[in-house]
């Protein structure tokens, strides 16, 4: 067995990118402090053909070295835009019919493997601070909680770990 090399991965240009049916997928980013996190969900938001990544309060934005890190080069690729407030923007994006989730551990949550996305809908995933996580009201505002099944003695994952977990199921069911 030999690994391949990137060229013979068949990867697309960034302008295919842009071209490609994305998966009915919005990511928004509450308040990430880490910028290797931010690159790093630019990069699995690449992979999986997400729509949109919502950067939103004190997470970073691009151009920034260390987002670049990790992204590498994904942030050409997959759409962003900034917003200041979180609660604003999934108000605003529940108002285009766009099925809000946050990604916390909360009353009522759904186990991540026992929940079934609408495939006519589209989807926000909020994700929030590596230590608080996401902002409470936010939480509040949310259509559903979704909880990533853990069985160990830590009770959460690394944002970006959540993203690629999350992504990774959500991509496989809805494609």
Not at 40 to 53: N, Y
Not at 65 to 90: F, R
Not at 145 to 166: A, F
Request: proline share 3%; net charge neutral.
């Amino acid at each position: 067995m030999r690994k391949l090399r990137n060229n013979e991965l068949g990867r697309i240009s960034v302008d295919e990118f842009k071209q490609t049916q994305k998966t009915p997928i919005i990511v928004v980013l509450d308040n990430i402090r880490s910028l290797n996190n931010v690159g790093s969900v630019f990069r699995t938001s690449d992979a999986f053909l997400i729509e949109k990544i919502y950067l939103c309060g004190i997470t970073a934005t691009p151009p920034h070295k260390e987002i670049h890190k990790t992204a590498l080069g994904a942030t050409e690729s997959v759409d962003w835009e900034y917003k200041e407030d979180t609660l604003s923007l999934i108000k605003e994006l529940q108002k285009q019919n766009v099925v809000v989730a946050s990604i916390e551990q909360a009353e009522q949550s759904t186990m991540l493997d026992s929940f079934t996305p609408n495939k006519e809908k589209r989807l926000a995933l909020v994700f929030g601070n590596e230590v608080k996580g996401v902002q409470q009201t936010v939480v509040s505002a949310s259509d559903i909680c979704l909880e990533i099944p853990q069985l160990g003695t830590k009770h959460s994952l690394n944002i970006s770990v959540s993203c690629g977990v999350v992504l990774w199921d959500l991509f496989q069911k809805m494609r």
